[in-house]
């Protein structure tokens, strides 16, 4: 295994080699906090849209994220798709794993980016180790941004690919697209989480699990984890978060915050936070809002770890160990009968 303080290169585009860090930021790991000092030194910074145009700040989140995405685990079959969807085509990826079966399960992935950056390319290596470590199908969902497609534009979205799935995923790609798992990460959790909602309200067939990674769950900025990590020094902060919020949010609507939907009759829940997050207490609120309910939740906190910690993986070994784990978890809950019901 490389040293997780070397970054990789590729096409003569890289990000910088990791060096300890100078000064420890508060709570974060030291692989983290040399991670992020070497970024601030090199003057790579992700997309600000909060505080630029809109096209800027997506092209900076693809140019940032594009390096992380680089080299990983080979795919048998790793495909762009146009789906049909009630307003238009859907854009999705489908990776099927040199590990899979003959009729693999799959998991739906829905990227983070606050509804409004980010996209298929910003999360491609995630999707492929996710698919490598449990060797289930992946069908990434390309939804439609924010401000321009306000929510629920992107549910309508994920319930076409996962209708697609259903109807033809094992005739096309020969996937038992019975043995579904929803996953996500930021943004890409509120989605999993509130279309296992809407799957429920319809009436489907239930997915065997869901992942849902350091979601942006509730709009609120006063939280404790919003104090402490919200400033800028951790990556995400509360001032992007409000302008997300607000991009998502239809005009003169309400936010729609899955807390409020009904957490009765889901899935069973694998919520994992990250300590050094704005949106730890996010994370915390829903597993708290679930074990009320009795509902079937495992809660884990990346301690040390910031936002898009999943995104980070190849640099950081912590990450890479917990994302290993996740994939575990996740095949362990397809392979079953039925959904895992934590001891």
Partial sequence: MSDPLTLFTRGGSSLPTIARPTSTLAGLHPEAAALFDSLERS??????????PLATARARAQSFWYPWNTGGPRMRLRR?????????????????????????????YFHGGGYALNGLDTHDRLMR????????????VGYALAPEHPFPTQTAQAL?????????????FAIDARRMA?????AGA????????SMREADWPAARMLLLAYGMMVPRFDSASHALYGGGAYGLTTERMRWFWNAVTPAQGRPFTPLTAGLDDLPSCLVVGASADCLRDDSRALAEALELRDAPVRFIEAEGLPHSFLQYAPALEPARRLLGDLASTLARSLESGAPVRWS
């Fill in 43 to 52: 003057g790579i910074l992700s997309g600000r849209p909060e505080s630029q």
């Fill in 182 to 186: 929803l996953a996500g990460d930021s």
């Fill in 129 to 140: 180790t996710l698919a490598d470590a449990s060797g289930a199908a992946v069908l990434g």
């Fill in 160 to 172: 076409s690919a996962i209708d697609w799935l259903l109807r033809r995923g094992r005739r096309d």
């Fill in 80 to 108: 762009d798709l146009s789906l049909d969807g009630s307003d238009g085509p859907v854009a999705a990826r489908l990776f099927i794993p040199c590990s899979a079966s003959s009729e693999p399960p799959v998991i739906v």
């Fill in 190 to 197: 509120h989605l999993a989480l509130w279309t296992a909602q």
